[in-house]
């Protein structure tokens, strides 16, 4: 596997070699020395560990007119409607 760093790698030939370090029980770093790959190449192709989202609310501008439909309060936050909404769709949003 040598040479590898000086072509290009396709999103499947990653996740061959990735499967094979696994299957190999060295660290990420003993692999990559073995395959011939640069470390900090090869720990890339792990990617970024995602964020969870927070729940909970945020603030939405919304570019309509001025006069208020509705306003909810639930728990010190406000959600303010511009334009009539389904009554489920209320009962859904306050469950």
Do not use: C
């Not at 040598?2 to 003993?30: C, P």
């Not at 989202?53 to 919304?62: A, H, N, R, T």
């Not at 309509?64 to 409607?81: G, Y």
């Amino acid at each position: 596997m040598s040479n590898l760093e000086k072509r290009h790698l396709s999103a499947e030939e990653k996740q061959r070699i990735i499967t094979e370090w696994k299957q190999s029980g060295l660290s990420k770093k003993q692999f990559a020395e073995q395959a011939g790959l640069k470390y900090y190449s090869f720990v890339s192709w792990f990617g970024a560990k995602k964020k969870k989202p927070v729940p909970g609310f945020e603030q939405v501008k919304i570019s309509a007119p001025d006069q208020l439909f509705a306003e909810v309060i639930i728990a010190n936050r406000t959600i303010r409607f511009f334009q009539p909404f389904p009554a489920e769709y209320f009962q859904w949003l306050v469950k």
